[in-house]
Nanobody, 119 residues
Framework: QVQLVESGGGLVQAGGSLRLSCSAS????????MAWFRQAPGKEREFVAA??????YYADSVRGRFTLSGDNAKNTVYLQMNNLKPEDTAVYFC??????????????WGQGTQVTVSS
């Protein structure tokens, strides 16, 4: 059983940066795809970024601004978010599974961390 715990959310002004962390416990996430999704009020959960091994892929809306990395020794993945925009405001969820960009492909989810970007 994999448990995921996110941290690092908060309030930041537009143009600022935040780094989210997702720590996995229960088993190693080696072999899984680790992903970040986000959900804004009244909207569906949307894909942000994912990493499988050393391969990363991003939603068009964040490519060039967000960077996803992993530390296998710490069972942790990081989402560095730069040049944040008000439209990035959402609850950010970490997920583990064998999927790509669809939430239904992921088996394990964290509780979410709020990111708020003020204009």
């Amino acid at each position: 059983q994999v448990q995921l715990v996110e941290s690092g959310g908060g309030l930041v002004q537009a143009g600022g940066s935040l780094r989210l962390s997702c720590s996995a416990s229960g088993r190693t996430f080696r072999g899984y795809t680790m992903a970040w999704f986000r959900q804004a009020p009244g909207k569906e959960r949307e894909f942000v970024a994912a990493i499988t091994g050393s391969i990363t892929y991003y939603a068009d809306s964040v490519r060039g601004r967000f960077t996803l990395s992993g530390d296998n020794a710490k069972n942790t993945v990081y989402l560095q978010m730069n040049n944040l925009k008000p439209e990035d405001t959402a609850v950010y969820f970490c997920a583990a599974g064998y999927g790509a960009t669809a939430p239904r492909d992921y088996d394990y989810w964290g509780q979410g961390t709020q990111v708020t970007v003020s204009s």
